[in-house]
């Protein structure tokens, strides 16, 4: 179905996500690449030894969870905005979810957002954690926001906001 | 009688491809002329705003214009490359004389090796008021958007879910233009579905199996009428839906921008999985006639990443059999080559793969 919507379904997602016990843990990628298309930025990105190497470059990342800190370098490299940062430690009830994000305007930190899921359905009003610039040169923010631990693994972007051209 | 320009390698098109095959040939030693149509170089890298795909050889990571200014610089910089901007090629004489026009002037080159990186240009497809002010190909929008800061619109109808269609769709929403929908014929989206994934959770609908009807409107587009297909590619009565747009962007496909091969008496063949009309060539990308390489688009429609290999491909070739890089080049072409491979050897590569197959099989009719 992904290939007709643009939507993974939840069996995709399934494939990519580490165990419970990982989450609790701290946080790792989520990488929601499911398609083999020439491309490898990941695979460099990574100093923790977590994306594993692609013996061909068309290959899907493959991932050791367990090496994963968490970092984020990956997040704003990869060129599909496909890769998520999820937390599941940050507290009793909730979780951080990093999220790639080109859109004006930035959200700010402590700001309140709509989070999205992957069909762009609103999941609830989140707040903005933290924000980090990408640099002058790769331009992908990374917004952190706070969801319900439930919904770490839904949440994946914000309802856009900024200038709108309708009238 | 005008002056006749002589250089050793004259490239028609400085986009990725022939940016590329400049760089090559002149690090090998050669000389080298660049002709573009445009006023600046870079061809449709200067619109690109994301990221690109492929490895490190192909700068994967960078966005578009990024890589297009380091083109640039790169030849810029190089003695060896001399470049005339707002100069169109008009053709290739039997005699290798190259003619172009610059300002109202006709001038002629006369080059020892000729590389064609003209790329392609976009296709339209057959609705109802499909002349209509408010219709636009992906490339204008670009041009309009990403070159001049010009939103074409408000509300738009991206027709076609390939990699053009989901990538102009993005720059639209960056822009805060609204997108109604993606729709596509075909039964699944042909771009890359972290493209489209990306599209989608910000609320777009991609559409698959659905074609446009008819566009509507007084002066200019104020909507469009469009229909679900069956699995025989007909529409379905009764599935119609109004979209109240104003803008209607075709992302269609690519034609391979031939005329000149054609002109040059290139042997060419009709090469679906290329999109079109495209030259014969050997491995080392030089058609049947004996000094013409192509690269890039015009050779076969596909992603920048392996254009700006084809072209680093016929720029190392052109230099060699010109006999710069005796040691070098040969090393160069392989490493080409191979990356050429690797970058085609994945799903996503095959349609390419088996093109080049089709075009290069001696037993169908020429033309």
Same mark, same amino acid.
């Given at each position: ?14 494939? !990519? ?8 843990? /701290? ?10 298309? %020439? ?7 990574? *100093? ?51 999220? %790639? ?53 839904? !949440? ?12 | ?11 028609? /098109? ?36 994301? *990221?690109?795909?492929?490895?490190? *050889? ?19 910089? &190089? ?48 609705? %109802? ?16 958007? &990403? ?34 929908? #993606? ?7 042909? /771009?890359?579905? =972290? ?30 009428? #469009? ?19 104003? =803008? ?29 009309? =495209?030259?014969? @060539? ?6 049947? @006639? ?78």
């Amino acid at each position: 179905m992904l290939n007709k919507t643009g939507i993974p379904t939840a069996e995709d997602v399934k494939t !990519v996500t580490p165990s419970q016990e990982r989450l609790n843990k /701290g946080p790792v990628a989520i990488i929601e690449c499911f398609q083999k298309i %020439p491309c490898n930025p990941c695979t460099e990105a990574c *100093k923790q030894g977590a994306i594993l190497p692609m013996q061909d470059i068309n290959d899907l990342p493959k991932m050791n969870f367990d090496n994963c800190n968490g970092c984020g370098v990956c997040l704003s490299r990869c060129p599909g905005l496909a890769i998520f940062i999820v937390d599941a430690s940050y507290s009793a009830t909730e979780a951080i979810v990093r999220i %790639p994000y080109e859109y004006v305007p930035v959200p700010e930190a402590g700001s309140e957002v709509v989070g999205v899921d992957r069909a762009g359905k609103e999941l609830g009003t989140f707040k903005v954690e933290k924000v980090q610039s990408g640099g002058p040169k790769n331009k992908t923010y990374t917004v952190w926001l706070i969801v319900p631990k439930e919904m770490a693994m839904d !949440v994946r972007s914000i309802r856009l906001g900024g200038v709108r051209h309708a009238n | 009688m005008s002056e006749v320009k002589d250089i050793e390698i004259l490239i028609i /098109g400085g986009g990725p491809a022939g940016l590329s095959a400049a760089a090559a040939a002149a690090d090998l030693g050669a000389s080298v002329l660049v002709l573009e149509r445009d006023g600046k170089l870079g061809g449709q890298l200067v619109k690109q705003t994301h *990221k690109f795909f492929g490895s490190k *050889k192909q700068y994967a990571g960078d966005r578009g214009f990024q890589i297009g200014d380091l083109l640039i610089g790169t030849c810029e910089n &190089n003695s060896k490359v001399e470049v005339w901007s707002d100069t169109t090629a008009l053709g290739i004489y039997e005699d290798g004389v190259v003619t172009a026009e610059r300002d109202g002037k006709h001038l002629k080159i006369k080059p020892k090796k000729i590389i064609l990186a003209t790329g392609a240009s976009e296709k339209m497809i057959a609705f %109802p008021n499909n002349d209509m002010p408010g219709i636009f190909g992906a490339g204008a929008v670009q041009t309009l958007m &990403n070159v001049h800061g010009i939103v074409p619109g408000k509300r738009v109808l991206m027709i076609g879910a390939g990699n053009i269609g989901l990538i102009v769709s993005y720059q639209l929403m960056q822009a805060g233009v609204e997108v109604a929908a #993606i729709i596509e014929a075909a039964p699944a989206i042909g /771009g890359y579905l =972290v493209h489209a994934s990306k599209i989608r959770r910000a609320g777009v609908p991609i559409l698959t199996s659905h074609t446009i009807q008819e566009a509507y409107g007084k002066d200019s587009v104020e909507g469009a009428i #469009i229909c679900q297909l069956d699995d025989k590619w007909q529409a379905i009565p009764g599935t119609e839906q109004d979209l109240k747009v104003d =803008v209607i962007c075709l992302a269609v496909g690519l034609s391979p921008l031939t005329e000149l091969c054609f002109q040059a008496d290139c042997q060419m063949k009709y090469v679906p999985e290329l999109s079109g009309h =495209v030259p014969l @060539r050997n491995d080392y990308l030089e058609t049947t @006639r004996p000094g013409l390489y192509v690269a890039g688009d015009v050779s076969g429609v596909e992603e920048a990443s392996s254009a700006m290999v084809e072209g680093r491909l016929a720029g190392i070739s052109a230099a060699f059999s010109l006999g710069y890089g005796k040691d070098l080049a040969p090393k160069l072409q392989a490493e080409a080559l191979a990356e050429l491979s690797e970058l085609r050897s994945g799903p996503a590569g095959q349609k390419t793969l088996q093109g080049i197959r089709k075009l290069m099989d001696k037993g169908e009719a020429l033309c």
